[in-house]
T-cell receptor
Framework: ETGVTQTPRHLVMGMTNKKSLKCEQH?????MYWYKQSAKKPLELMFV???????ENNSVPSRFSPECPNSSHLFLHLHTLQPEDSALYLC?????????????FGPGTRLTVT | QKEVEQDPGPLSVPEGAIVSLNCTYS??????FMWYRQYSRKGPELLMY????GNKEDGRFTAQVDKSSKYISLFIRDSQPSDSATYLC?????????FGKGITLSVRP
């Protein structure tokens, strides 16, 4: 595996379900990011981790819960989501937080909340 | 005024055309300027980034930054159908990346 990988690629879940998104980077980076991409909107930064520590939470609802067990892995735990949470969720990594201009993205998880 | 403005398009050109994609911005603190390409059902791919004003060339792609006008451009020479994608501009300041909405480009064979 190379670059940034994400699983699953597609996810359909009901509003009462609990699911998790997984991201893994094979670039030796130390910063990882979660973004939400909705149609006709700019990418929205959700969370930032630098050397496994969360450094940013952009007022994301608590139904989204991130986890970063090490610098290579990032999870996004989902529970009691709303239909408006349907979007493409992208993971990215960069060498570290200070060089976040050089971010590399995974293919994303297309999430549909029914 | 939004921090980063990008014409949403879509843009359709014939194969071989020179394509010009543009973004404007309002934040004078931006230092790095990026262009990402996103194919359908894929994540954004970093094409190139430049620091401050000037030009940067990579094959058929040239990125141009004019900080005095707060304007950046991506030129694609000899466009190919494989260049059909959404192009996102992004700008960086204080460890924060701000994206434009993206413009969808279609190159007709």
């Amino acid at each position: 595996e190379t670059g940034v990988t994400q699983t699953p690629r597609h996810l359909v879940m009901g509003m009462t379900n609990k699911k998790s998104l997984k991201c893994e980077q094979h670039l030796g980076h130390n910063a990882m990011y979660w973004y939400k991409q909705s149609a006709k909107k700019p990418l929205e930064l959700m969370f930032v981790y630098n050397f496994k520590e969360q450094t940013e939470n952009n007022s994301v609802p608590s139904r989204f819960s991130p986890e970063c067990p090490n610098s290579s892995h990032l999870f996004l735990h989902l529970h009691t989501l709303q239909p408006e949470d349907s979007a493409l969720y992208l993971c990215a990594s960069s060498p570290d937080r200070s060089s976040s201009y050089e971010q590399y993205f995974g293919p994303g998880t297309r999430l549909t909340v029914t | 005024q939004k921090e980063v403005e990008q014409d949403p398009g879509p843009l359709s050109v014939p194969e071989g055309a020179i394509v010009s994609l543009n973004c404007t911005y309002s934040n004078s603190a931006f230092q790095y300027f990026m262009w990402y390409r996103q194919y359908s059902r894929k994540g954004p791919e970093l094409l190139m980034y430049t620091y401050s004003s000037g030009n940067k060339e990579d094959g058929r792609f040239t990125a141009q930054v004019d900080k005095s006008s707060k304007y950046i451009s991506l030129f694609i020479r000899d466009s190919q159908p494989s260049d059909s994608a959404t192009y996102l501009c992004a700008m960086w300041a204080n460890s924060k990346l701000t994206f434009g909405k993206g413009i969808t480009l279609s190159v007709r064979p």
